[in-house]
């Protein structure tokens, strides 16, 4: 079972049940932990000039934490950041979400 924290950092109506909803079936039956922010464009872009060295906006980030399993057995995988400024149609922030859960199990694109 995943625990999921959601921080919603915008004035967007979120659906958090189809966050967790993603979260779950992107993790299967792993014992983890995630965490998932929505975020205004200004804020995204300085997430992106601190972790990727890029001054500009992006859609998705993400990051695994350096806690790695913790005594009591859960995964502490790391945090998902997703701009508002890409959820402009349905699906678009189950397709991030997932997408960041995609490389926080390691998967990665070019």
Known sequence: MVTLDIFNKTKLKIDYGLVEEVVQKAM?????????????APEMKKL?????????????LSWPTEEGVGPDGVIHLGDIVVCEEYLKKPGDLEFLVNHGCQHLLGRHHE
Do not use: F, L, P, R
């Not at 299967?28 to 205004?40: D, L, P």
């Open 28 to 40: 299967g039956e792993m014992n983890a932990e995630v965490s998932v922010s929505i975020v205004g």
């Open 48 to 60: 992106h000039k601190k972790y990727m060295e890029t001054y500009e906006v992006t859609d998705v």
